[in-house]
Protein backbone atom coordinates (compact mmCIF):
# COMPACT_ATOMS: atom_id res chain seq x y z
CA UNK A 1 0.00 0.00 0.00
CA UNK A 2 1.47 3.74 -1.22
CA UNK A 3 2.75 5.14 2.68
CA UNK A 4 1.89 8.82 2.59
CA UNK A 5 4.95 8.93 4.58
CA UNK A 6 6.90 8.34 1.00
CA UNK A 7 5.32 11.30 -0.72
CA UNK A 8 8.42 13.99 -0.14
CA UNK A 9 11.76 13.85 1.71
CA UNK A 10 11.22 15.73 5.37
CA UNK A 11 14.42 17.56 4.82
CA UNK A 12 13.79 20.44 2.66
CA UNK A 13 16.34 21.21 -0.40
CA UNK A 14 18.06 17.74 0.43
CA UNK A 15 17.35 14.13 -1.78
CA UNK A 16 18.79 10.74 -0.26
CA UNK A 17 20.40 8.83 -2.86
CA UNK A 18 18.20 6.40 -4.67
CA UNK A 19 20.25 3.40 -3.59
CA UNK A 20 19.18 2.67 -0.05
CA UNK A 21 16.85 -0.30 1.55
CA UNK A 22 13.20 1.13 0.93
CA UNK A 23 13.73 1.07 -2.45
CA UNK A 24 15.07 -1.80 -2.75
CA UNK A 25 12.50 -3.82 -0.29
CA UNK A 26 10.18 -2.21 -3.18
CA UNK A 27 11.96 -3.31 -6.69
CA UNK A 28 11.93 -6.84 -4.67
CA UNK A 29 8.13 -6.67 -4.48
CA UNK A 30 7.94 -5.94 -8.20
CA UNK A 31 10.10 -8.34 -9.20
CA UNK A 32 7.78 -10.75 -6.79
CA UNK A 33 5.06 -10.32 -9.15
CA UNK A 34 6.33 -12.67 -12.13
CA UNK A 35 8.01 -14.91 -9.76
CA UNK A 36 4.02 -15.13 -7.80
CA UNK A 37 2.59 -15.45 -11.51
CA UNK A 38 5.20 -18.58 -12.49
CA UNK A 39 4.79 -20.25 -9.11
CA UNK A 40 0.35 -20.14 -9.27
CA UNK A 41 -0.11 -20.89 -12.81
CA UNK A 42 3.02 -22.90 -14.50
CA UNK A 43 4.30 -25.01 -11.41
CA UNK A 44 0.91 -25.04 -9.31
CA UNK A 45 2.82 -24.62 -6.56
CA UNK A 46 0.06 -22.74 -4.47
CA UNK A 47 2.01 -22.92 -0.72
CA UNK A 48 5.31 -20.90 -2.15
CA UNK A 49 2.96 -18.72 -4.22
CA UNK A 50 0.96 -17.78 -0.86
CA UNK A 51 4.66 -16.98 0.88
CA UNK A 52 5.29 -14.80 -2.40
CA UNK A 53 2.45 -12.91 -1.00
CA UNK A 54 2.88 -12.78 2.12
CA UNK A 55 6.25 -11.06 2.22
CA UNK A 56 4.88 -8.66 -0.48
CA UNK A 57 2.86 -7.20 1.92
CA UNK A 58 5.42 -7.23 4.48
CA UNK A 59 7.85 -5.65 2.11
CA UNK A 60 4.80 -3.01 1.32
CA UNK A 61 4.78 -1.95 5.01
CA UNK A 62 8.04 -1.84 5.67
CA UNK A 63 9.70 -0.04 2.94
CA UNK A 64 7.11 2.65 4.04
CA UNK A 65 8.13 2.92 7.75
CA UNK A 66 12.10 2.22 7.09
CA UNK A 67 11.87 5.03 4.74
CA UNK A 68 10.29 7.53 7.01
CA UNK A 69 13.09 5.86 9.94
CA UNK A 70 15.67 6.33 7.49
CA UNK A 71 14.91 9.64 5.98
CA UNK A 72 15.44 8.34 2.59
CA UNK A 73 12.09 9.30 0.75
CA UNK A 74 13.06 9.90 -2.83
CA UNK A 75 11.35 10.32 -6.52
CA UNK A 76 12.17 6.71 -7.20
CA UNK A 77 10.29 5.05 -3.78
CA UNK A 78 7.45 7.45 -4.86
CA UNK A 79 6.69 5.83 -8.24
CA UNK A 80 8.14 1.91 -7.18
CA UNK A 81 5.65 1.96 -3.95
CA UNK A 82 2.01 2.64 -6.03
CA UNK A 83 3.49 0.68 -9.41
CA UNK A 84 4.10 -1.79 -7.30
CA UNK A 85 0.55 -2.25 -5.68
CA UNK A 86 -1.02 -1.67 -8.98
CA UNK A 87 0.95 -4.18 -10.32
CA UNK A 88 -0.06 -6.75 -8.08
CA UNK A 89 -3.71 -5.59 -8.04
CA UNK A 90 -3.90 -6.23 -11.54
CA UNK A 91 -1.55 -9.51 -11.70
CA UNK A 92 -3.31 -11.39 -9.04
CA UNK A 93 -7.24 -11.00 -9.63
CA UNK A 94 -6.12 -11.98 -13.14
CA UNK A 95 -4.44 -15.21 -11.73
CA UNK A 96 -7.10 -16.16 -9.74
CA UNK A 97 -9.37 -16.08 -12.65
CA UNK A 98 -7.03 -18.52 -14.01
CA UNK A 99 -6.94 -20.66 -11.75
CA UNK A 100 -10.66 -20.48 -11.38
CA UNK A 101 -10.25 -18.95 -7.43
CA UNK A 102 -12.21 -16.01 -7.99
CA UNK A 103 -15.44 -15.70 -10.39
CA UNK A 104 -14.34 -13.36 -13.66
CA UNK A 105 -17.31 -11.13 -12.64
CA UNK A 106 -15.45 -9.69 -9.28
CA UNK A 107 -12.39 -9.09 -11.57
CA UNK A 108 -14.26 -7.43 -13.76
CA UNK A 109 -15.41 -5.22 -10.13
CA UNK A 110 -11.25 -5.08 -9.22
CA UNK A 111 -10.01 -3.83 -12.66
CA UNK A 112 -13.17 -1.67 -13.94
CA UNK A 113 -12.73 0.43 -11.01
CA UNK A 114 -9.62 1.54 -12.40
CA UNK A 115 -11.03 2.01 -16.07
CA UNK A 116 -13.87 4.05 -14.58
CA UNK A 117 -11.06 6.36 -12.02
CA UNK A 118 -9.12 6.95 -15.99
CA UNK A 119 -11.97 8.86 -17.28
CA UNK A 120 -11.85 11.46 -14.80
CA UNK A 121 -8.15 12.03 -16.29
CA UNK A 122 -9.37 14.54 -19.72
CA UNK A 123 -11.45 16.55 -17.37
CA UNK A 124 -8.77 16.90 -14.22
CA UNK A 125 -6.14 17.99 -17.19
CA UNK A 126 -8.17 20.34 -18.76
CA UNK A 127 -8.28 22.41 -15.39
CA UNK A 128 -4.26 22.16 -15.09
CA UNK A 129 -4.74 19.07 -12.59
CA UNK A 130 -2.92 15.73 -12.46
CA UNK A 131 -4.34 13.71 -9.63
CA UNK A 132 -6.69 14.29 -6.93
CA UNK A 133 -4.93 14.11 -3.79
CA UNK A 134 -4.96 10.43 -2.21
CA UNK A 135 -8.24 9.23 -0.28
CA UNK A 136 -7.55 7.51 2.77
CA UNK A 137 -10.45 5.55 2.51
CA UNK A 138 -8.92 4.28 -0.56
CA UNK A 139 -6.06 3.47 0.89
CA UNK A 140 -7.88 1.41 3.21
CA UNK A 141 -9.30 -0.13 0.57
CA UNK A 142 -6.14 -1.68 -0.95
CA UNK A 143 -5.15 -2.53 2.13
CA UNK A 144 -8.73 -4.82 2.68
CA UNK A 145 -8.00 -6.33 -0.91
CA UNK A 146 -3.99 -6.73 -0.50
CA UNK A 147 -5.31 -9.34 3.00
CA UNK A 148 -8.22 -10.81 1.14
CA UNK A 149 -6.52 -12.11 -1.82
CA UNK A 150 -3.71 -14.25 -0.26
CA UNK A 151 -6.79 -15.52 2.19
CA UNK A 152 -8.43 -16.58 -0.64
CA UNK A 153 -5.54 -18.41 -1.80
CA UNK A 154 -4.70 -20.26 1.47
CA UNK A 155 -8.87 -20.60 1.57
CA UNK A 156 -8.28 -23.24 -1.74
CA UNK A 157 -5.57 -25.55 0.97
CA UNK A 158 -7.63 -28.60 1.96
CA UNK A 159 -7.02 -28.20 5.09
CA UNK A 160 -7.86 -26.48 8.27
CA UNK A 161 -6.32 -23.53 7.45
CA UNK A 162 -8.11 -23.56 4.25
CA UNK A 163 -11.79 -23.98 6.07
CA UNK A 164 -10.79 -21.07 7.95
CA UNK A 165 -8.90 -18.69 5.14
CA UNK A 166 -12.02 -18.89 2.15
CA UNK A 167 -15.15 -17.40 4.30
CA UNK A 168 -12.80 -15.02 6.53
CA UNK A 169 -11.16 -13.93 2.87
CA UNK A 170 -14.61 -13.43 0.86
CA UNK A 171 -15.75 -11.25 3.72
CA UNK A 172 -12.90 -8.84 3.86
CA UNK A 173 -12.56 -9.22 -0.34
CA UNK A 174 -16.27 -7.77 0.00
CA UNK A 175 -15.89 -5.43 2.29
CA UNK A 176 -12.85 -4.10 0.69
CA UNK A 177 -14.58 -4.08 -3.01
CA UNK A 178 -17.32 -1.98 -0.95
CA UNK A 179 -14.83 0.91 -0.02
CA UNK A 180 -12.84 0.45 -3.83
CA UNK A 181 -16.19 1.38 -5.30
CA UNK A 182 -17.03 4.19 -2.93
CA UNK A 183 -13.88 5.91 -3.75
CA UNK A 184 -15.04 6.33 -7.42
CA UNK A 185 -18.35 8.26 -5.97
CA UNK A 186 -16.10 10.45 -4.40
CA UNK A 187 -13.28 10.87 -7.02
CA UNK A 188 -15.80 11.71 -9.46
CA UNK A 189 -17.66 14.34 -7.44
CA UNK A 190 -14.39 15.93 -6.84
CA UNK A 191 -13.73 15.93 -10.64
CA UNK A 192 -17.33 17.74 -10.76
CA UNK A 193 -16.07 19.69 -8.54
CA UNK A 194 -13.07 20.87 -10.01
CA UNK A 195 -14.69 21.23 -13.29
CA UNK A 196 -17.23 23.46 -12.22
CA UNK A 197 -15.10 25.62 -9.85
CA UNK A 198 -11.98 25.87 -12.14
CA UNK A 199 -11.47 27.86 -15.32
CA UNK A 200 -10.25 25.45 -18.45
CA UNK A 201 -6.41 25.74 -18.58
CA UNK A 202 -5.32 26.70 -22.67
Known sequence: MNDPGR????VPGTQPSALNVPNALSLLR?????????LLLVEHSDGWALVVLVVSGITDWLDGKL??????????GELLDP???RLYMIAIPIA??????LPWWVIGLLLGREVV??????FLRSRGITALPTLYLGKAATFALMYALPMLLAGTFDNGLGAVMHPLGW????WGLAMYWWTVVLYWWQTVLVVRD???VR
Open 7 to 10: EAPS
Open 30 to 38: LLGVPVFLW
Open 67 to 76: ARLLNQQTRL
Open 83 to 85: AAD
Open 96 to 101: FGVRGI
Open 117 to 122: LAATVP
Open 171 to 174: AILI
Open 198 to 200: LPR
